[in-house]
């Protein structure tokens, strides 16, 4: 078994459906293609390195930034700025395809994933995977996340933050 | 409508009644069933008699579906895929499939409670008869809230338990069958079957834990002594019988035989997970260990010399684990049976032989009296000869054995909350064990043991935890306050007005079990938080041994600092699982003995009311089991919101309201016959949340409510704005939907919500005089000509 592309948490697995496994180069042809983009990101981003690469990726697509669990507050302090909601909220919004979105201009076609606890992050993907077809999941986590559409795999700190900044370069 | 159950004129009806039944039992009955006019329109309802109410619950608070499977592997059709839209070869989607698992999942929760009810309710009637009577003390007229709502019928007696079960198991025969292929089909209607289970749920808590109340002398709403908690109050060089799971008859059997036996200083009796909790109630001698988070810890630990295990939340593998350091099990009821021998009828010095000598692995007994004699004589005889299990190890072997580690990291990967138990493994080869121990404390592993199943090496990961955190904690000592039961209508009383109007802040229950993200602490540090902001905090079960965990700075328990009084800033332990239906029960009293409404039948108004005017809140932040979800799922029902913990999502459902629809939030004020403007408010009914500090400022929200008074309405808002503050940096951007006009806002927060009041453009509206979900009053009136 590819023990990049097992779920980190093997018994996630449910079902069929697995996620694309993908480079930062795919990853970014799926951010280039997307017309309303939308990044959550989960509290295990707090403090993390990783934080500041999210905000450059966030800046040099433009795209919005939902924080959820208390990640609002290390966001802000860092001077990164967001929305705060529940991920179970923010999940429950992006299902409903006349939700307008967090800029009031349309629901989202590709959400971005990163620093959600592995197993809640795991559940809100499932949800988007059947209820939401009118939008893609892409993680960016260091975790193969099964229930995504995309998924980076799993890796190491070092390999994971190399990916981040390949995804944050300025071309 | 007459109020049959106003809490004055019950007490001179209980005193006759109780006559009425010494002699002419049948008599009081006929009089029940003749005031049934003056009862509501709901008396023992059946699956769809709620549904109505269900409807208005489901559609401002619309199921979330988080599916776990993709598939659905119930019949051999299957199994089938249920992705992408498509349908099973029974027709069944994906919600469907979800609801339905919910359904089945609170229909196995419902069971558990109402099995142990059922169980506890014939063994105490045989052993004081049908006519025992519920005698709840001159404090409680109102002894069965639930019970009042759900048959409109006050027990008397142990027998009246009865006729309350009996409906209750045909219920649940119904709502079991609807989850076999080819019933119900539509997610909506699970979700109405799955309320049903839930308030079947309650129903049967209250059966067991009236009954052993009323039977086994257990407090009755009085304040409680503390008890010992932890596993260094366990004196080893004593003879120790644990028990663990639900059911406290074999315990009580344990302490009744000791008493007996003028053996009580010779033998330590202690349990684990809620039969700790109700041994204690019944005797507060008995030791609790802790909640069902040190359940593999301590059978491992090799402390206790016999294990009676009885029912609920009890490791399918403890005869396996408890006979590595050759304990004794002794299994009791017919649920867990364990492969033993049935050896109820046989005599007791022969069980004890064949036990001591090792002839048999352990024994069902199903006789709780048997039980008692057979754990304790045991226990003395095998004590001595296990004294080298009980000993500490030498950490020295752990680091040995830590060496054989090849760092494949899958004991990280396994582990539900991924801690890192290969780190501590690996510190340990230094002989560094600090990692062991950080992993140790608060169950922040909760040793559920799959780490162990994966390792490459066999390394007893959880034997090695054990041992290193006995080594630094042996003498860990905490407190929990026994379990006092229902709260009583004195109390309610003194805080409903206060409750209704907002002045106390909220209730808040911390229940349920010990799948904890970051161990135990959180629940006793929100347990604090809310303390020290004037909530009244409720608690039970293994929730109540996680707070009694935690000492403050100073090295006080929170049982220490605060009283057991239902009341602003009091912490009450209300006891084990079953005794959770004291926690609707006391919302339910409050809309009876404040607001005068008639209980009998009556479940939709009570429900309304609770959801529209008392500012309550559960939290079950490590709920893991059937139980947990039919628990919550039956708070639901009343009214009641409940957050969960993040691994709350894995029961594939919550229930979540939308802020950004405005009309989902109208409500009805029957006082003035409009339709009114109403706010979220709770905003949602179940919600996951993913850490402490999200748990925090969303429970304080979830406790605001239409009807709160405007100082009542600042109160609340003040606590939600701090904890907003404290834990996000900010003031909320949703504060303006809570802001009905200016008197709402609190004083100290004044400007700054003026601020964002202008940039929404924010206009004042009325505040409700009779905020509801239900029909106006004329509506009703045409409903009932119509149907003439």
Known sequence: ?????????????????????????????????????????????????????????????????????????????????????GLVEIVNLLKDPEWKGVSGEGNHDLVLFIGVIYYMGSQGLSTLKHFAPHLKTLTLCKFFHSNADASFPNMKDEEWLKYLEKLAKID | MENKSKAKELKDDFWKSKKLLVTTGKIADDIQEDSSESKGPTLKPSVTDLREWDMKLLERYTPFYAPFCDMCCLCTYGKCDLTGGKKG???????????????????????????????????LIEKKGENFPIDMGTNIDIEAPIMRVVMGKKPKTLGDLKDALDYLEEQMMHLLSACHTGQEGKSIDFESKALHAGLMDNLGKEIGDLAQIAALNMPKGEDAPLVELGMGTIDKEKPVVLCIGHNVAPGAGIVDYLEDQELEDDVEVCGICCAALDITRYNPGAKVVGPISKQLKFVRSGVADVVVVDEQCVRTDVLEEARKNQACVIATTDKICLGLPDLTDEDADKIVKQLV????????????????????????????????????????????????????????????????????????????????????END??????????????????????????????????????????????????????????????????????????????????????????????????????????????EGNTLYERYSGDFDAKGLVNVGSCVSNAHIPGACIKIANIFAKKPLEGNFEEIADYILNRVGACGVAWGAYSQKA????????????????????????????????????????????????????????????????????????????????????????????????????????????????????????????????????????????????????????????????
């Open chain 2, 89 to 123: 070869a029974c027709g069944i989607d994906i919600e469907a499939q979800q609801a339905r698992f919910v359904l089945l999942a609170c229909c196995i929760g419902s069971a558990a409670h109402s099995g142990h009810a059922r169980h506890l309710l014939e063994y």
């Open chain 2, 444 to 553: 922040v592993c909760y040793t559920c043991g799959r780490c162990e199943q994966e390792c490459e090496v066999n390394l007893p990961l959880i034997s090695m935890l054990t041992k290193v955190g006995e080594h630094y904690t042996k003498d860990e000592k905490f407190n929990v306050r026994a379990g006092r039961g229902p709260v009583q209508d004195v109390e309610i009383r003194k805080v409903g007005a206060p409750i209704v109007l907002g002045d106390i802040p909220g209730v808040i229950a911390f229940v349920g079990c010990t799948n904890y993200p970051e161990g135990g602490e959180d629940v006793a540090k929100m347990a604090e938080e809310f303390l020290e902001r004037n909530y009244i905090v409720v608690t039970s079960g293994c929730g109540a041994m996680s707070i009694g965990e935690y000492r403050d700075q």
């Open chain 1, 1 to 85: 078994m590819n023990e990049r592309v097992t779920p980190w948490q093997p018994t996630v697995i449910a079902g069929p459906k697995q996620a694309l496994l993908v480079t930062p180069e795919t990853a970014e042809m799926m951010i280039v293609k997307a017309k309303r983009p939308l990044m959550v990101v989960g509290p295990l981003i707090n403090d993390n390195p990783a934080q500041v690469l999210v905000s450059k990726i966030a800046e040099k697509w433009n795209i919005p930034i939902v924080s959820t669990g208390d990640a609002f507050k290390s966001l802000t302090e860092a001077g990164v700025p967001s929305k705060s909601y």
């Open chain 2, 357 to 440: 000598n090792d002839e048999i692995e352990g024994a069902l007994i199903l006789d709780p009296d048997k039980v008692g004699e057979v754990a304790t004589r045991v226990a003395l005889k095998i004590s001595k000869d296990r004294e080298a299990l009980k000993k500490l190890p030498d950490l020295q072997e752990i680091q040995e054995m830590a060496k054989e580690c090849n760092e494949c990291g899958w004991c990280v990967r396994v582990c539900p909350n991924n801690q890192p138990m290969m780190e501590a493994v690996t510190s340990a080869v230094e002989g560094d064990f600090s990692k062991f121990q950080e992993l140790y």
């Open chain 2, 629 to 788: 979800a039919a628990i919550a799922t039956g708070i639901n029902r009343w009214g009641i919101p409940v957050v969960v913990g993040p691994h709350g999502t894995k029961y594939r459902r919550l229930f979540l309201g939308r802020t950004d629809q405005p009309e989902k939030w109208k409500i009805n004020d029957l006082r003035v016959g409009e339709v009114i403007d109403g706010e979220p408010a709770p905003e949602h009914l179940l919600y996951a949340a993913e850490n402490r500090e999200e748990a925090t400022v969303v429970i304080a929200k979830l406790c605001i409510r239409p009807n709160d008074t405007s100082k009542g309405r600042q109160i609340k808002l003040n606590h939600y704005l701090d904890l907003h503050k404290k834990y996000f940096g900010t003031l909320p951007d949703d504060v303006v939907k809570f802001v009905r006009t200016e008197k709402d806002i609190p004083i100290t927060y004044k400007k700054e919500v003026l601020k964002l009041l202008e940039e929404v453009g924010w206009e004042p509206r009325a505040l409700p005089q009779e905020p509801s979900l239900m029909k106006f009053r004329e509506e009703k009136a045409s409903d009932k000509g119509d149907s003439k």
